[in-house]
């Protein structure tokens, strides 16, 4: 039996996840909500929507992401790594 598959995590994990990830990274920068929303153009609503219940657009969580300085976080999700050596595979 494949046991990745029993450790994979559910698409609400998934997003509960980001969404404190997210949220905690706002409170380090200590940015309100009400802040947010205007630096993002995303509605209070939705960022409050989005950090209890994990509900968000793709385009919000961007614009979002934008606003926190994430943005190439976002773009570099699924690039592949480039080894210029055997030493960097190793070392990985």
């Known amino acids: 039996m494949n046991n990745q598959f029993l ?3 559910t698409p609400n994990e ?5 969404a404190d990830k997210i949220k905690e990274h706002r409170k ?3 940015i309100s909500q009400e802040v947010l929303a205007q630096k993002s153009g995303v509605s209070l609503g939705s960022i409050k929507r989005f950090e209890t219940k994990y ?7 961007i614009k979002i992401a934008i606003a ?14 480039t080894y210029t ?3 960097e595979v190793i070392n990985g």
């Open 7 to 9: 450790n994979q995590k």
């Open 55 to 61: 509900e968000i657009s793709l385009q919000s969580f």
């Open 28 to 30: 380090k920068l200590k």
């Open 14 to 18: 998934i997003v509960k996840s980001l």
């Open 68 to 81: 926190l300085n994430l943005d190439s976080d976002i773009e570099n999700l699924f690039t592949t790594k």
């Open 85 to 87: 050596s055997i030493d």
